[in-house]
């Protein structure tokens, strides 16, 4: 009966130090992921939608882009390498080509512009 509770107790104190020892990692993860990745970047204000400038004569609303939904990447996959962060209009051309959005949108690693609703991107 008192072996078993302590066995018991033993039990509660060995998971208590697992569960300290993750408290740490994620504490370290805190401290050193956001200071690894943000500063050089950001130190800006991450927007979470942005409204990409439209082409000359185009008629759908400039193409929308959710940081909030890419939030699986790290900063560096897309900065500033496909984006450099100077707002610039670009064509579906160009991302058939793998640049900008078209080095993922592109049928493998996401879904291609063309087999996609254009409301998707280009919502009001
Ligand atoms: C994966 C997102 C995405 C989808 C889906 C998409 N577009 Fe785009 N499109 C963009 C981006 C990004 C740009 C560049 C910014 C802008 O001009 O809005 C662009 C630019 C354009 C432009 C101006 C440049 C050019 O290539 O002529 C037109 C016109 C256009 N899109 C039409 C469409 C139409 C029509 C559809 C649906 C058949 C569509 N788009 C679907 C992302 C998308
Ligand atoms: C999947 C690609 C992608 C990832 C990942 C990404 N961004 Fe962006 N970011 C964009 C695009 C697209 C734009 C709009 C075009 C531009 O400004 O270059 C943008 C714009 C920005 C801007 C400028 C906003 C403005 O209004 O001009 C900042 C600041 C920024 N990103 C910071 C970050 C930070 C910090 C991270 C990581 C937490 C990050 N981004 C991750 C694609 C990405
Ligand atoms: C680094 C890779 C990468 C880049 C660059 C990228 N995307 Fe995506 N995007 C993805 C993936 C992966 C998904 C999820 C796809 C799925 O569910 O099939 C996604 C989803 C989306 C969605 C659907 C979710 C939502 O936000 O409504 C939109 C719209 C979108 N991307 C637009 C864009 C536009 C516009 C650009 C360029 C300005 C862009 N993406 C650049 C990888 C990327």
New binding site residues.
């Given amino acids: 009966m008192f072996g078993l509770r302590r066995n018991q107790r033993e039990a509660n104190r060995q998971g208590g130090r697992k569960h300290h020892l993750k408290r740490v990692i994620g504490a370290l993860a805190l401290i050193f992921v956001p200071v690894g990745?943000?500063v050089p970047?950001?130190?800006?204000?991450?927007?979470e939608h942005?409204r990409?400038p439209t082409g000359p004569d185009q008629e759908e609303p400039g193409a929308v882009?959710s940081?909030w939904t890419?939030?699986?990447?790290?900063?560096?996959?897309?900065?500033p390498g496909?984006?450099?962060?100077?707002?610039?209009t670009f064509t579906h051309d160009e991302m058939e080509k793998g640049m900008?959005?078209g080095?993922?949108h592109n049928g493998q690693s996401a879904f291609a512009p063309d087999d996609t609703d254009c409301e998707t991107c280009h919502r009001e």
């Avoid at 890419?70 to 900065?79: I, K, L, M, S």
């Avoid at 496909?82 to 610039?88: C, D, E, N, R, Y």
Wanted: aromatic share 14%; glycine share 8%; net charge positive.
């Fill in positions: 990745v943000a970047i950001g130190v800006l204000a991450t927007p942005i990409l882009f940081h890419h939030g699986q990447y790290g900063c560096f996959t897309c900065h496909l984006f450099p962060q100077a707002k610039k900008y959005c080095a993922c």
